[in-house]
């Protein structure tokens, strides 16, 4: 019975070439992007859940109420973790986690013999860190790798590229950074093949080695110092939400009377490991995080782009069904019922789905690369190492084919035998209306497609081009990571100076665009702390308003030696209830630990967005403070666009400043633009598929219209030697489907409408939606529904009406 079915399928697909090609291709086309789109999501869902006992594994969250303010923060402060495990015997292990880089160190001098370079991503992790995160380890083992004083354990990559085919167990290696220049013992090398991580480390270093790691090990601090990632190890079967109830007595018990002397409340909570890489919202997080509500929007792109692969399928098997009416009579003559001809006919549409994945497979191989950098990940094809593959495409080859299959089927086996043998095939439903009604369901899909391509770009130019408050273009970011680097830096800025293409030169503990990791509470006189207003700032010297282009409207900018100033934004001094004009001399006052402090305002700065348009400008200001240590970027504002001039003289200064460190920059509207990486990843992601959905919808207009030419053809003969004019003819093949194409343009604009409203909500700033956007998505669709069905409309215009009325 197969084999006959078989058959029957294979000889219908080459008697009906244009029909068997354009479905082949749609689904392959569909299954494509379905799959990867699949693969994609399924990734970014996976993080952490390879980790032993991962349903036991949580982050301690943290909510700050400060000075009116609120707060989620990804992190802890340093003495909470250990005191929890101390507390709590439900705790079995905890461990904690420091970047480096969100405390200056953004890259580190690695040196061993003759070797070195420098490398991004080191982290400082409890002795514990192994025994709750699991990694497959190449060279050493787990059990106390970290023990040791001045211990590491590296990342494959880097330690080929440090050591090649030399055993790295044991040896010595050299870290240079802006704490200092120590030697670390190598007491481990792992991959990351047993999954991908939240923690992106490529050195995992122990907090037993000085620096940063001995100040958390000693640090009692449990109301500030919020920046140690700090997670725990509960005993199976413990109810994070039973345990999460004794927080507040715990945090009464160590840190009431820190938290009430900063005027602050703290709530902490636990979080599933498994669920940081996709859950956004919090501050200070270890890695970037994606939204959800991104990832089930591109699920329903995908979903979007099958169904109209099928309803292709529907759409051209229904409307060919004419030339198989008579093949069905014959089998219901002979013996078949209505359940074989079904089976016969889902075969059909699961073959046609199996040929899909076939053709897409190696397809998606091809283009792997190119989708890889749309969405800016490393998705790898798994064919022998991974059975969700396997699960994934035969789930593909199932929906498919029931749901292209399914109406099909039971539409062609449901003819009347007498009938369709006498050659009357009319069926009792009404086909036509429903294989209209699916095209409109295409237009409807692709018009939403077309229209959030529009709004996404909209925003996203919205975004390139808003005035931000500050001068974005034009400035180059020098950053200096080791403490002799930045011993040499003072040189480095009088020798850009002298270059006549540099406007200014300033230094800074950070650079606008990046996360401020520095606050302070500040009140006005006969104020205290628990009244105070949290404030985000930067230290730096009396160049940084001119190098960056902000606008001083009230006071002035700093000047040479104008210690313990600074400079306040307007949100700030609203805030504080400073009134306009009264703001110059006046002292902010801080207090920690009983002791009393106090800076002075010399001037307001207009507002702007240091951080991204998703939030609203926060209080902020500039301190004086030149001298300060950890100034370790460069702000350098220039008046050229021949960049290659000009950095070709800025990288010879830089060798006859700076000894041992590579030549690097940033641009700092580069910088700005990567603070929207999920949307502009979103918005490459639709522009792709998008097309592909196009592309399918026209393969399926196109077969519809051709086969709409083909049953018409005697009716176009008769109108021709009646005196039609080509136009005519062509106007009247084109109409029915233009009809088709505006009345999904009315269903799909307020769909579009909704979904992009909902998601330019996660902007503060952002563009209004207008009528021309979806207006021009109209557009677009009946354009290109116009170029498809006319080419069929024309050629059967300029058809012979001699050919199509000779057996009249």
């Known amino acids: 019975m197969f084999k006959s079915y078989f058959k029957t399928t294979f000889r219908f697909l080459l008697k009906n070439k244009t029909f068997s090609f354009i479905n082949i291709i749609g689904l392959a086309t569909g299954t494509l992007c379905c799959l990867y789109i699949l693969l994609y999501v399924q990734t970014q869902f996976s993080y952490d859940k390879h980790l032993k006992d991962a349903q036991d594994i949580y982050r301690i969250t943290t909510t700050l109420q400060l000075r009116g303010d609120r707060h989620n923060n990804a992190t802890a402060s340093p003495p909470i973790a250990p005191a929890m495990k101390k507390d709590f015997p439900q705790v079995l292990q905890y461990t904690r986690v420091i970047p480096t880089g969100t405390l200056g160190s953004k890259e580190h001098l690695l040196t061993y013999k ?62 240079d950074d802006d704490g200092g220049k120590h030697d670390f013992k190598v007491n481990g090398v792992v991959d990351e093949s047993l999954g991908k991580s939240h923690i992106q480390a490529n050195l995992f270093i122990t907090m037993r080695g000085g620096g940063i790691g001995a100040y958390v090990l000693q ?30 007595a715990f945090l009464d018990k160590y840190g009431a009377a820190q938290m009430k002397s900063l005027g602050m409340t703290k709530q902490l909570h636990l979080q ?21 509500s991104f990832l089930y929007i591109l699920l329903l792109i995908a979903v979007m782009i099958q169904v109209i692969a099928c309803i292709n399928f529907m759409n051209l098997s229904t409307a060919r069904a004419s030339k198989r009416a008579k093949e069905v009579g014959v089998r219901k003559v002979i013996g078949a019922g209505q359940g074989d001809l079904i089976k016969q006919f889902l075969g059909e549409s699961f073959f046609l789905a199996f040929l899909g994945v076939v053709i897409a497979l190696p397809l998606l191989l091809l283009i792997l690369p190119y989708l890889n950098q749309i969405t800016r990940t490393d998705i790898q094809l798994s064919f022998f190492s991974d059975y969700r593959l396997y699960l994934t495409l035969t789930g593909l080859v199932v929906v498919t084919g029931l749901v292209a299959g399914s109406y099909p089927a039971f539409y062609l086996s449901a003819f009347r035998t007498i009938k369709v043998i006498k050659g009357n095939f009319t069926s009792h439903v009404s086909v036509a209306g429903i294989r209209r009604s699916l095209v409109v369901f295409q237009f409807v899909l692709s018009i939403v497609l077309i229209a959030g391509i529009i709004v996404i770009y909209s925003q996203l130019n919205y975004i390139k081009n808003k005035d931000l408050g500050f001068e974005k273009s034009q400035r180059l970011i020098f950053s200096f990571y080791t403490g002799d680097t930045q011993k040499q830096m003072g040189a480095f800025m009088g020798d850009l100076k002298q270059l006549s293409d540099v406007k200014a030169v300033s230094k800074a503990d950070n650079y606008l665009s990046q996360f401020i990791g520095h606050d302070h509470g500040i009140y006005l006189a006969g104020g205290n702390m628990a009244e ?45 209830g400073i009134k306009p004009g009264k703001a110059l001399g006046t002292r902010l006052y801080s207090k920690y630990d009983s002791q009393e402090t106090f800076v002075e305002v ?19 200001m500039l301190m004086y403070n030149p001298n300060q240590g950890n100034l370790t970027s460069l702000i350098v504002a220039v008046n050229t666009t021949n960049y290659k001039s000009l950095l070709s003289q800025m990288e010879q200064l830089w060798h006859k400043d700076i000894s041992g460190a590579p030549f690097e920059y940033t641009f700092l509207d580069d910088a700005v633009q990567k603070q929207y990486e999920t949307e502009i990843t979103l918005s490459n992601i639709i522009n792709s598929f998008t097309l592909m959905a196009i592309l399918i919808s026209c393969l399926g207009l196109f077969g519809l219209a051709a086969f709409s030419a083909e049953q018409r053809s005697k009716e176009i003969g008769i109108r021709k030697v009646l005196g039609a004019s080509i136009p005519a003819i062509a106007g009247l093949l084109s109409k029915d489907f233009l009809k088709l194409v505006i009345i999904a343009f009315v269903i799909a604009t307020p769909i579009a409408w909704w979904g992009m409203g909902q998601w330019l909500q996660g ?44 057996t009249e």
Do not use: C
Not at 221 to 230: E, L
Not at 273 to 284: A, D
Not at 788 to 806: D, E, I, M
């Open 114 to 175: 003759e070797k070195s370079f420098y490398q991004k991503d080191v982290v400082y992790v409890d002795s514990t860190f192994f025994d709750v995160f699991t990694y497959h380890f190449v060279k050493g083992n787990s059990t106390k790798v970290l023990n040791e004083a001045y211990s590491i354990v590296l990342l494959k990559p880097v330690a080929d590229k440090l050591f090649g085919n030399e055993d790295p167990i044991g040896k010595t290696i050299s870290i």
């Open 219 to 248: 640090n009692n601090v449990w109301a500030g110092n919020n920046f140690t990632a700090s997670y725990v190890k509960l005993r199976p079967g413990t109810s994070a939400a039973a345990l999460e109830k004794q927080f507040p």
């Open 602 to 620: 010399v001037g307001v700065m207009k507002d702007f967005n240091y951080n991204s348009l998703h939030g609203e400008v926060k209080p902020f």
């Open 532 to 576: 105070a207003t949290d404030a985000q700032n930067i230290s730096t010297d009396e160049y940084f308003v001119k190098a960056n282009g902000i606008k001083v409207i009230e006071g002035r900018d700093f000047r040479l030696n104008d210690s313990n100033r600074v400079l306040i934004n307007e949100t700030l001094a609203k805030r504080l």
């Open 763 to 806: 902007f503060v700033y952002r563009v209004d939606i207008s009528w021309w956007m979806f207006a021009l998505a109209g557009l677009i669709a009946v354009i290109i529904s116009l170029i498809t069905v006319s080419s069929q409309a024309l050629k059967a215009a300029y058809a012979n009406p001699v050919k199509s009325l000779r």
């Open 272 to 292: 599933p490991v498994t669920s940081i890489h996709t859950t956004t919202g919090y501050e200070v997080e270890l890695s970037k995080t994606l939204s959800p």
